[in-house]
């Protein structure tokens, strides 16, 4: 089955030590999402790619980075992990850009730990 | 600043009966709205979605109404399963591509 697929599922990192999430596709979508969600609060969009352009949030941290190598994979880099940062990230795909009939897919998330 | 609200935070219903899980946006500009399922340990999936030109789109066990005029969106389910149980999320598409989510709703279907 086609897929989003985040990995790791869970990441434990310490306060300050840059940590690397990673998502991957086979729906050979062009737009990849990176969202973050605190518990019981909406998905917030960090930035997005649609194939290599890169687009951010205005209000998306610095400390927030991504790279998209090729088609099928995206990375979200956080460069100095504060307790603050400790959510769900969650990866989606979508079908090319205004496609109102072609949702967004999801990934099942990574929860990012800060010790 | 919320431009989509959800503003119970929990529902329960027992199973067999309606359940009906409300949104309410405040940009007019929003044209597409979804509605999507979050169980706990995985990513929300697409449920449901209606365009802003009609006001009720149906599949199955789930329908959304869409009142412009209010700026209000409810989702119906009938008849509800336990299976339903999980976090459900309204989200509006404005320009492009990009999705503005509710806080969710956590729907709980007792057997």
């Known amino acids: 089955d086609a897929m989003v697929i985040q990995n790791p599922r869970y990441q434990v990192t310490q306060f300050g030590k840059p940590v690397t999430l990673s998502c991957s596709q086979t729906l050979n979508h062009n737009v990849m999402y990176w969202y973050q969600q605190k518990s019981s609060q909406a998905p917030k969009l960090l930035f997005h790619y649609y194939d290599k352009d890169f687009n951010n949030e205005a209000d998306t941290p610095d400390n927030f980075q991504s790279r998209r190598p090729n088609t099928s994979f995206c990375f979200l880099d956080i460069r100095s992990p504060g307790l603050g940062d400790a959510a769900m990230y969650l990866c989606?795909?979508?079908f090319g850009w205004g496609v109102r009939n072609q949702p967004q897919h999801f990934g099942d998330g990574t929860r990012l730990s800060i010790l | 600043d919320q431009q989509v609200k959800q503003n119970s935070p929990s529902l329960s219903v027992q199973e067999g009966r309606i359940s009906i899980l409300n949104c309410d946006y405040t940009?007019?500009?929003?044209?597409?709205f979804l509605w999507y399922k979050k169980y706990p340990a995985e990513g929300p999936t697409f449920l449901i979605s209606?365009?802003?030109?009609?006001d009720k789109n149906e599949d199955g066990r789930f329908t959304v109404f869409l009142n412009k005029s209010a700026k209000h969106l409810s989702l119906h389910i009938v008849p509800s399963q336990p299976g339903d149980s999980a976090v459900y999320f309204c989200a509006a598409h404005n320009a492009g591509n990009m999705l503005t989510f509710g806080g969710g709703t956590r729907l709980m279907v007792k057997p």
């Open positions: 989606a795909t979508s």
């Open positions: 940009n007019s500009m929003f044209d597409y």
């Open positions: 209606i365009s802003s030109i009609k």
